[in-house]
């Protein structure tokens, strides 16, 4: 997504001036000089006034210090996926005893390591939430000949950096499909089943198959009927996000909406390499946003969704599949989080009013926790109790994802790092069985 780094130049301004260490180690030594040795008052009053003048000094040169410095400028990143990053100072600050370098940063990014002694600082950026963030300048300590006093030089101004879900990744995925080094289809080969759309109905041939047969149409002129189907190479998928209460749960160090996110990101990609139109809905509450299908619509389609934020209300799904319900058929991709029957009411009331027009993909992600507390041993009586309900709460799940299924749905149910490749394959599947 980012292209390659640029280089930002900036000139510093001074801010910040404070004593260093020295000074306070110069004033500890008087005072024990001053307890050990009776040299009375007058002598340890002028090594005082003297060390403030020098303080004084080094603080006033190292502050009109002249301070160049550069910065990799990043403009856009990945979700959690390191790039390079430096800052340096090319030209040494004439007259500084020494020079020391850090990178702040907002809580939604990270530089590593960000701080370190020296005209050079090398590391990565990382960023750690989505949406569009301000990195501040880089700040360059100078300190002064004399070594009492150090000024902050604040270099260039705020960055703006972007940060999506991983869509490089899912077109490195895509490419490997491709080239046959992926597990899943990367082209469908071949159709089976008669087609998937109505063309005309024509009369009836010996060599139509039975399911052609229009009975309908045939009682009504008293001869036998058939569909003609045409098979649609380019079909319509819908990406459908919740942005509900429960996907703010977190799942690792991200949420579930991030896990949804970096799967839509897959799923498109796919889409539009199989040459299909691809969109997208967001909804809570409400629908929020609402992106029509389109041909090569994978980056509008993340780009459409990539700030998305989780909300403290409960999903209207209703509201939801009625903004869908005008759409010709399609591949409706929900991405949600299936807790328990009860929690999934609205949901299981919804769906069978949408698979009578659309094929339906429901995702979700396994809670790697709840995993781990059915599969680790027990130690003591809380493992076993924590043991208890996290099996109750995946045989919840279960329950839900089973009744979704007995609708007529495609469930996908996956760990969060391979969410994105299992609605892959479950859309590559529905395609090479004329589902959509």
Known sequence: MAGPPTVATGRGHGGGPRPTRWVAVALALTAVVTVIVPVGVVVPCLVVVALAGAVVVDLVVAGRMHVEARRTAVPTLALRVPVPYAVAVPVPVASARSVRLRQPTPPELSVAPDDVAG??????????????????PAVVRVTGPIGLGSCDHRVGTDQTVTVFPDL???????????????????????????????????????????RQINWVASARVGRAMSNQYRVDENRDLVCVVDTGRLMASPVGPVTRLDVALD??????????????RVGALSFAAAVTRQMSPRRRGAEAVVRSLFDLEPTEVESDYD????????????LIALFTDLVDESA????????????RRH????????????TAAVAD?????RDVLRSAVALDILESRHRAASLLRSMGATVVESPPDTLGSACVHAYLMLKQRARL
Do not use: N
């Not at 999934?344 to 698979?355: C, I």
């Not at 041993?377 to 009586?381: E, F």
């Open 263 to 276: 799967a839509v990101a897959a799923l498109t990609v796919a889409a539009e390499d199989a040459g299909d």
């Open 344 to 355: 999934s009411r609205s949901l299981l009331a919804s769906v069978p009013v949408l698979v």
């Open 119 to 136: 005209d050079e600082l090398v590391g990565e950026l990382t960023g750690l939430h989505r949406g569009v963030h301000r990195l501040p």
């Open 319 to 330: 509201r939801a599949f009625i903004a869908l319900g005008g759409h010709k058929r399609a």
């Open 359 to 370: 094929a339906v993909l429901i995702a979700t992600c396994r809670d790697p926790d709840l």
């Open 168 to 210: 490089p990744k899912a077109r490195r995925l895509a490419a490997a499909r491709r080239q046959g080094r992926s597990s899943d289809e990367g082209r469908i080969r071949s159709r089976l089943g008669i087609g998937t759309e109505l063309e005309s109905i024509r009369d009836y041939s010996p060599d139509d198959d039975v």
């Open 377 to 381: 041993r027990p130690h003591d009586v």
